[in-house]
T-cell receptor, first 119, second 114 residues
Framework: DAGVIQSPRHEVTEMGQEVTLRCKPI?????LFWYRQTMMRGLELLIY????????DSGMPEDRFSAKMPNASFSTLKIQPSEPRDSAVYFC?????????????????FGPGTRLTVL | AQTVTQSQPEMSVQEAETVTLSCTYD???????LFWYKQPPSRQMILVIR??????QNATENRFSVNFQKAAKSFSLKISDSQLGDTAMYFC???????????FGTGTRLQVFP
């Protein structure tokens, strides 16, 4: 398996622009998580999905942030409009709860991250 | 609320030596998971080792082992025969069995010197 895939790896945009980050989880995983990492706040959970349904979005900072998971193999995190304080590394992770797998259940496997810079 | 504390912001070790990274956590739950993740300069978050709280035996993965002290709520990571490639940020993380949220510590930056 290729692991969790994120795109783009780097994004530089100007304040006010819309930004869309993409994630493809590990095939067969039923949980998907979006995290943000900054020096000031460390790793923060923004939102997570189970079977494509958002379960907890209490970490989403404000209405400018939205996330969708239209199917089991794709999720997006959108920021509109973007602001300089949104600059961070955004990670997507996936996990499997129960069932059988060659990987540990309940362990979250992370993608390579997207480094977002908002000017 | 559950919290994870890593009291060592930075550590250094010489190549081939052994180093131990500390982690403590606070929870009232009895069934949970603990993890160590490594984040090298490439920033990829890589799972190093995992421990289920109900298991008394300490987890081991090659050169990496943990000292899990449930009563003391301590979960330290020991790296034996340190290698230059072990240079990274190391995060301790906690997950309650009944939820799906990972709670991370603030990390320990490990530098391995030749």
């Amino acid at each position: 398996d290729a692991g969790v895939i994120q795109s783009p790896r780097h994004e530089v945009t100007e304040m006010g622009q819309e930004v869309t980050l993409r994630c493809k989880p590990i095939s067969g995983h039923d949980y998907l998580f979006w995290y943000r990492q900054t020096m000031m706040r460390g790793l923060e959970l923004l939102i997570y999905f189970n079977n494509n349904v958002p379960i907890d979005d209490s970490g989403m900072p404000e209405d400018r942030f939205s996330a969708k998971m239209p199917n089991a193999s794709f999720s997006t995190l959108k920021i509109q409009p973007s602001e300089p304080r949104d600059s961070a590394v955004y990670f997507c992770a996936s996990s499997l709860k129960g069932g059988t797998s060659g990987l540990s259940t309940d362990t979250q496997y992370f993608g390579p991250g997207t480094r977002l810079t908002v000017l | 609320a559950q919290t994870v504390t890593q009291s060592q912001p930075e550590m250094s070790v010489q190549e081939a030596e052994t180093v131990t990274l500390s982690c403590t956590y606070d929870t009232s739950e009895s069934n949970y998971y603990l993890f160590w993740y490594k984040q090298p300069p490439s920033r990829q978050m890589i799972l190093v080792i995992r421990q289920e709280a109900y298991k008394q035996q300490n987890a081991t993965e090659n050169r990496f082992s943990v000292n899990f002290q449930k009563a003391a709520k301590s979960f330290s990571l020991k790296i034996s025969d340190s290698q230059l490639g072990d240079t990274a940020m190391y995060f301790c993380a906690f997950m309650n069995h009944n939820t799906d949220k990972l709670i991370f510590g603030t990390g320990t930056r490990l530098q391995v010197f030749p």
